[in-house]
């Protein structure tokens, strides 16, 4: 699933390790997000979304 | 989280979670079909099976299965991004099981000492060896693919 994590935390300066601890998963489990190549739940989407300040449309939604 | 009541077995990150949860799916189904299988072959008589011997090897099997595909699924070791921390972990798996291989042979040593061994003291080395063994090539194969998999991530 595409995504616009990486950028956005890029954006916000914090390191893949910071959104770990604060969204209580691993440093793995960030980058295989942003890479498209996990389906994060609805409940760790939420929790992204609230570490960086966004919404879930902000991160999650493809425009075409 | 899932509500299930196996959740002390499963890892608190979510992908580990889910992910070993397929692998416990897919170890039940093989087993299914093992069992299935087998039901088919006592019927006739080509193969003479022991019972617990059959039992034991589903068991190892089932157990076998979902631990490969832990260790090849290089999610172990999910922190280890860098050359330096992978070096760092590599240096402590070699540490931990030469630890496992010391106390083991010595463990050994003085059961036969007291005569607390059953077995010669030569077999009680040799299986230490292969445990020992076992536990560094398991340890250092789940640290490689890991560290092949996080590299890909790292921002």
């Known amino acids: 699933m595409k995504n616009k994590v990486k950028f956005t935390r890029m954006e916000q300066k914090m390191t893949q390790e910071q959104l770990a601890r604060q969204v209580r998963v691993t440093r793995q489990t960030i980058g295989l997000i942003e890479k498209g190549e996990y389906n994060p739940t609805l409940q760790l989407c939420v929790a992204i979304a609230k570490a960086l300040g966004k919404t879930l449309d902000d991160l999650f939604w493809e425009v075409d | ?155």
């Open chain 2, 1 to 155: 989280m899932e509500k299930t009541w196996i959740s002390f077995l499963l890892p608190d990150d979510e992908y580990k979670r889910r992910t070993i949860l397929v692998y416990f799916a897919e170890a039940a189904i093989l087993q299914l079909i093992a069992v299935l299988t087998l039901i088919v072959i006592s019927r006739f008589d080509f193969i003479p099976m022991d019972g617990v011997i059959v039992l034991i090897g589903m068991l190892f099997g089932t157990i076998a299965y979902v631990w490969i595909r832990y260790i090849l699924s290089g999610m172990e070791f999910a922190e280890i991004m860098t050359a330096k921390a992978y070096r760092r972990e590599r240096k402590l798996i070699i540490i931990k099981s030469t630890s496992f291989l010391v106390i083991m042979c010595a463990s050994i040593a003085s059961f036969d000492v007291f005569g607390m061994m059953s077995v010669p003291l030569i077999e009680g080395l040799i299986v230490s060896f292969i445990a020992a063994l076992l536990l560094f090539l398991t340890n250092y194969v789940s640290l490689k693919r890991s560290y092949w998999k996080n590299r890909e991530l790292i921002d």
